[in-house]
C-alpha cells in the first residue's frame, strides 16, 4: 500500500554543479558507537551551506534520523528512513521541523510466518505507519528512535509494517544469512545486516527508491547525485547514484556495487568523499 505523495518541485537554491549527497548514517556518518567526528560534522555543514542537497538515507526510523539532521545542520531538505519506507521533508521552524510526505506500508504476516518457521529463536520488531514500534521479548535497538512496546508474537501478524526487524542470537551472520535465503522471502525488500540482523520493507522499497522520490522533487540531475555507504542496505542506492562511494569497511558485495571506494569510518573515509564536492 502506498500513502499519497505530495508531489512538486521544491523552489530550491540552483547553481552549476548543485549535487544531491546522499549519506548513509552507521558506518559512515557516525561509527559503530553512533559518534559523529567533528571532521564529518564541519564538512557536512560546509556542504549544507553552500547549497548542496544532503540527504540522509538510513535504515533508522525516523525518530533515531532527525538527530542527524539536526547535526549537519538541515534546516530545509529531506531525509528517507527506514530503507526508503518514509521520506521526510525537513522544514525548520514549522509543523514541528519536519513533515512526512510519503511512507510505503505492507503485511508483514506472510514474512513472519515463514521466518518463525525456520528461526525459532529470532526475536521481531514492527515499525508501523505512525511511527511506533512492537517488539517480543522486549527486543530494542537505538535505530527505532523509540521505545518499542513488548507484545505476544501472534499480535505483530495484525500490524501493518513500514519496516519489519528480525534480530538472531541463535546463529552467525552466515548462517542467519543463509537460512533467510533459504526462506525466499516473497512480495517484500529485504537486506541482510553484519550481524544476525534483517530488515524488510515492501516490495520494491529501498533507498534508492526513496532517493529517486527526493531527486524528483529537488529537480536535480541524475548526473549530479552521490551516495555513500557501507552497509548491504546500501547496494541499490549506490548502483542508483551517478557516484556511488563505500567505505572502507564495506562487504565485498558493497565495494563492487560502488563505483569507488573510500576510507574506513574510523579513519574518517566520508571526509575525503564530502571535501570533493566543495
Not at 515492501?202 to 522533487?217: D, N, P
Amino acid at each position: 500500500m502506498t500513502t499519497t505523495l505530495n508531489a512538486g518541485i521544491d523552489d530550491q537554491l540552483s547553481f552549476t554543479g548543485r549535487k544531491l549527497v546522499c549519506l548513509d548514517v552507521d558506518g559512515t556518518l557516525v561509527d559503530h558507537d553512533g559518534h559523529m567526528s567533528p571532521a564529518v560534522r564541519e564538512v557536512g555543514q560546509s556542504l549544507v551551506a553552500a547549497g548542496h542537497e544532503i540527504v540522509v538515507a538510513t535504515g533508522r526510523s525516523l525518530g533515531a534520523t532527525l538527530p542527524i539532521v539536526e547535526l549537519l545542520g538541515i534546516e530545509r531538505g529531506y531525509a528517507v528512513s527506514s530503507n526508503g519506507g518514509v521520506i521526510t521533508r525537513i522544514e525548520a521552524g514549522s509543523n514541528g521541523g519536519y513533515t512526512v510526505i510519503d511512507r510505503r506500508v505492507f503485511d508483514p504476516a506472510p514474512a513472519l510466518l515463514a521466518l518463525r518457521h525456520r528461526l525459532p529463536g529470532a526475536k521481531y520488531a514492527i515499525e508501523d505507519p505512525e511511527g511506533n514500534f512492537f517488539s517480543t521479548e522486549r527486543f530494542q535497538d537505538p535505530s527505532f528512535g523509540v521505545e518499542a512496546n513488548g507484545v505476544a508474537f501472534e499480535e505483530l501478524l495484525d500490524i501493518r509494517a513500514v519496516r519489519l526487524v528480525v534480530f538472531s542470537t541463535d546463529a552467525t551472520a552466515e548462517e542467519f544469512g543463509e537460512a533467510v535465503e533459504a526462506i525466499g522471502l516473497h512480495g517484500v525488500t529485504y537486506s541482510v545486516g553484519w550481524t544476525p540482523w534483517l530488515d524488510i520493507a515492501a516490495q520494491g522499497v529501498t533507498k534508492a527508491s526513496g532517493l529517486e522520490v527526493v531527486r524528483s522533487l529537488t529537480g536535480i540531475d541524475v548526473e549530479q547525485t552521490v551516495a555513500v555507504g557501507d552497509g548491504r542496505n546500501d547496494i541499490e542506492m549506490l548502483q542508483w547514484a551517478w557516484r556511488g562511494v563505500a567505505m572502507g569497511q564495506a562487504p565485498d558485495e558493497v565495494k563492487a556495487a560502488a563505483d569507488e571506494v573510500t576510507a574506513r569510518v574510523e579513519d574518517d573515509g566520508l571526509v575525503a568523499v564530502l571535501r570533493s564536492l566543495l
